[in-house]
Nanobody, 127 residues
């Protein structure tokens, strides 16, 4: 059964940076699109943050993180990354990595289209 595992969350001051990692053995280069989602405190829905096509040619970002976050992957390490800069208190959330054998067209797939999810890693932005 395919699995992914996030890491790298923590407490950071506003304006700081964090880099999240998602170990995804066998999923980063076998036709799997991957994405990062987050769930803020008190919110039921998971917000799409960024996604990357299996080829790496297509990357999309949510409006709230465009220009601050960067998604990337290292197929040799079977790992997906999310570099987060200029963090704001409203970025505080549980961050999830997701994967599935789906295409990335002109926008990120919805959360409901991803079938493989990690347990999440907590990011807290606070002074």
């Amino acid at each position: 059964q395919a699995r992914v595992q996030e890491s790298g969350g923590g407490l950071v001051q506003p304006g700081g940076s964090l880099k999240l990692s998602c170990r995804a053995p066998g999923l980063t280069s076998d036709g799997y699109a991957m994405g990062w989602f987050r769930q803020r405190p008190g919110k039921e829905q998971r917000e799409g943050i960024a996604c990357l096509s299996w080829s790496g040619e297509r990357a999309y970002y949510g409006d709230s993180v465009e220009g601050r976050f960067t998604i990337s992957r290292d197929n040799a390490e079977n790992t997906l990354y999310l570099q987060m800069n200029s963090l704001k208190p409203e970025d505080t959330a549980m961050y999830y990595c997701a994967a599935d054998s789906i295409p990335v067209g002109r926008a990120c797939p919805e959360a409901t289209e991803f079938g493989v999810w990690g347990q999440g890693t907590q990011v807290t932005v606070s002074s």
